[in-house]
């Protein structure tokens, strides 16, 4: 059964780092797009970033530029959401997704969580003041 595993959350201090991880398993096929959404507490789902996996092209939330960037490892598909200089407004539960076909002009793009079926179970990320 296709599945996204989620790692790396944590609370951490203003200013400090997380790195995220999502790893596609039980695919038949690789995921062509993968994204990471949050949700903060009382708040709507909403898109971080997004890969384009057959090339590597990533997007990123403009108002997050500069701070939050996205990886891969190519031997598993493994993503990976580097977060740094992080706020307490930061803080949210984060969402891996992925969609299995999907062209680059469609993933790069931000999209809402309607967009996307397979999610994964989310992990926590908390910054304190």
């Known amino acids: 059964q296709a599945q996204l595993v989620e790692s790396g959350g944590g609370s951490v201090q203003a200013g400090g780092s997380l790195r995220l991880s999502c790893r596609p398993s039980g695919y038949t096929r690789s995921p062509q797009c993968m994204a990471w959404f949050r949700q903060a507490p009382g708040k709507g789902r909403e898109e971080v970033a997004s890969i384009y996996i057959n090339d590597g092209a990533t997007y990123v939330d403009d108002s997050l530029k500069g701070r939050f960037t996205l990886s891969q490892d190519n031997a598993d598909n493994t993503v990976y959401l580097q977060m740094n200089s992080l706020t307490p407004e930061d803080t949210a539960i984060y969402y891996c997704?992925?969609?299995?076909?999907?062209?680059?002009?469609?993933?790069?793009?931000?999209?809402?969580?309607?967009?996307?079926?397979?999610w994964g179970q989310g992990t926590q990320v908390t910054v304190s003041s």
């Open positions: 997704t992925a969609t299995a076909f999907a062209l680059a002009g469609w993933c790069l793009r931000r999209r809402g969580s309607t967009d996307f079926a397979q």
